[in-house]
């Protein structure tokens, strides 16, 4: 049996180090009197929502390049001194331990990206102390379902210095058996992609995700080439790869209008150009198609699209279990993006996932424009048995980080490994 006592948190280390923007973000260490520790480090957003945990930077209001040399002394002289006898072991305990000290609904007092540091090291301090792949320790023996990866091939938006308004064009490589054939395939595509852009001299270089950046005129265009890539690599788009959009409304919502490119459109306009697209592009999911707090027209762009594709609300829901309620009760989305630093702990992360599972909405596990080589998300989407992440292209390590864990992971897994495309997540748009 585990003697618990031993799992007691015996000292909490923390240091300020450099995100894949090279900005600053916070590291945490958590030790356990036995010796073994466990570590984590937060990410951060770019395209970041009005309802989000604050995370807390030097100066005050959020500025990239901003330290965060508070967030990490609030670790050490306020965190630690109270984790430090409790046991790792009992993450709702830490987590709420935390939530308490802070006493704000934003943790604006201790900062979310110091208590999600803390929170996630504790979490694999007690994984490395049970001798448990950390998600085998989150998800139990049903930890065994590796997600459909949702690839960021193109970059727009705040993400990027082109022309493209919508942040994100993703292929979906679900028509796979096993992640390691979509991964595969993923990147045979992106290769292809990159070849038809040279071809036609539009830039090959790469936004914050590592997808590529050109300027190309308009989101059919996108479309078009993603289209045109997919064939040229081999496969069938919508029946192998399928394609998802993230449009970050929120980033061009401007005085209750869209605004794109010289467009203003309304609500209706902007679901009736998201329809256009579903009508004419094999697309299975839209995240953010409207902006945070456009409730009213949310309902109408699930009343319209919502039994057709995934509509998933990221500036939406914030990976707040109030807001997804909220969406929930009124019939808004089916889909929510989850982001550990949205909610900033991994309690709070596992509530949100487990209301969405009982009102039959899915999610998608994600990463941050900001990421780290730290791979949490990986094992988090296996634990969840979510069945999809979101972890960009692959161009650039951060994100390839996650996709070599789920390698090693399916890996480890052997045959009682089962790949999401096969439970046929994404079928009935084919
Ligand atoms: O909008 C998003 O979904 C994310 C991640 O892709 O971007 P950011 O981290 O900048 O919010
Ligand atoms: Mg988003």
């Known amino acids: 049996m585990i003697d618990s006592l031993k799992l007691v948190i015996d000292t909490i280390i923390a240091r300020e180090v450099l995100d894949s923007r090279g900005n600053p973000t916070v590291e945490a260490e958590v030790l356990l009197g036995t010796g073994i520790s466990g570590r984590a480090i937060v990410p951060s957003g770019a395209s970041t929502g009005a309802h989000e945990a604050h995370e807390l930077r030097d100066g005050g209001t959020k500025y990239f390049g901003r330290g965060v040399t508070k967030a990490v002394a609030n670790i050490e002289t306020r965190i630690a001194p109270a984790l430090c006898g409790l046991s790792a072991l009992d993450q709702m305990n830490i987590d709420s331990a935390m939530a308490k000290i802070d006493n704000t609904d934003d943790k604006s007092s201790l900062g979310a990206n110091a208590i999600l540091a803390v929170s996630l090291a504790t979490a694999r301090a007690a994984a490395n102390s049970v001798g448990l792949p950390l998600y085998r320790y989150l ?163 699930t009343n319209r699209l919502g039994k057709e594709i995934q509509l998933v609300g990221d500036d939406l829901f914030v990976t707040n279990s109030k807001r997804l309620l909220k969406g929930i009760r009124e019939g808004v989305a089916n889909s929510i993006l989850i982001k550990v630093n949205q909610i900033g702990s991994l309690t709070e992360t596992l509530d949100a996932i487990e209301l969405a599972n009982r009102a039959s909405y899915s999610s998608v596990i994600s990463h941050r424009s900001g990421e780290t080589e730290d791979t949490i998300i990986a094992d988090l989407a296996v634990a969840s048995r979510a069945g999809q992440i979101k972890t960009g292209s692959l161009s650039r390590s951060e994100r390839i980080a996650k996709y070599n864990q789920l390698l090693r992971i399916e890996d480890e897994l052997g045959n009682q490994a089962r790949y999401a495309g096969t439970t046929g997540l994404f079928n009935f748009r084919v």
């Open 139 to 301: 998800g139990g023996p049903m930890a065994n379902l590796l997600p459909v990866p949702l690839m960021n091939v193109i970059n727009g938006g705040a993400h990027a210095s082109n022309n493209l308004d919508f942040q994100e064009f993703m292929i979906v490589p679900h028509g796979a058996q096993t992640f390691r054939e979509a991964l595969q395939m993923g990147a045979e595509v992106f290769h292809t992609l990159k070849d038809i852009l040279t071809s036609r001299t539009l830039s090959t270089s790469v936004g914050d995700e590592g997808g590529f950046a050109p300027n190309l005129n308009s989101n059919d265009e996108v479309a078009k080439i993603l289209i045109e890539s997919i064939e040229k690599a081999g496969y069938t788009p919508g029946t192998q790869i399928a394609l998802a959009l993230d449009v970050a409304s929120t980033e061009f919502y401007k005085d209750n209008h869209y605004c794109v490119g010289k467009e203003k459109y309304s609500s209706f306009d902007m679901i009736t150009q998201l329809e256009n697209l579903v009508k004419n592009y094999p697309i299975v999911s839209i995240e953010d198609g409207l902006a945070e707090d456009d409730w009213e027209g949310w309902k109408l762009l």
